[in-house]
């Protein structure tokens, strides 16, 4: 956020502000598409291990295929609750840097980011 803060007062340009504006907002959106298909995937992966045919110790996987059954629920469960809670972290802070980054570029802009060279 600083580099992009100190590069568009140095810019100036309402075009090129815009510009950076734009490429923030895809980043963002890419990422959380990301995330979305990481938890889409996630939930499928609980939902097929609900329809294994569950055979123990001797199935001979690895990971959690080589536990019990709801062993391997329950670690999937932990990974969604950490995926969730890190989704919500990262959304939460990302919606407050995109404030902070309007407000300083466009609503409160330093006088070097309007002063014409």
Not at 13 to 20: G, K, P
Request: with cysteine.
């Amino acid at each position: 956020v600083v580099v992009i803060v100190s590069l568009t007062s140095l810019l100036g340009d309402r075009n090129e502000l815009h510009v950076i504006i734009d490429a923030w907002f895809l980043w963002l959106s890419n990422r959380i598409g990301d995330l979305t298909r990481l938890w889409n995937d996630l939930e499928k992966g609980l939902d097929s291990v609900k329809e294994l045919p569950w055979k123990g110790e001797e199935h001979g996987g690895t990971g959690c295929m080589r536990g019990t059954k709801s062993s391997c629920e329950t670690l999937l469960q932990h990974e969604r609750a950490i995926l969730y809670y890190g989704l919500l972290v990262f959304c939460f802070s990302s919606l407050f840097l995109t404030f902070l980054f309007v407000d300083m570029m466009i609503i409160h802009p330093s006088p070097l980011a309007t002063a014409s060279c």
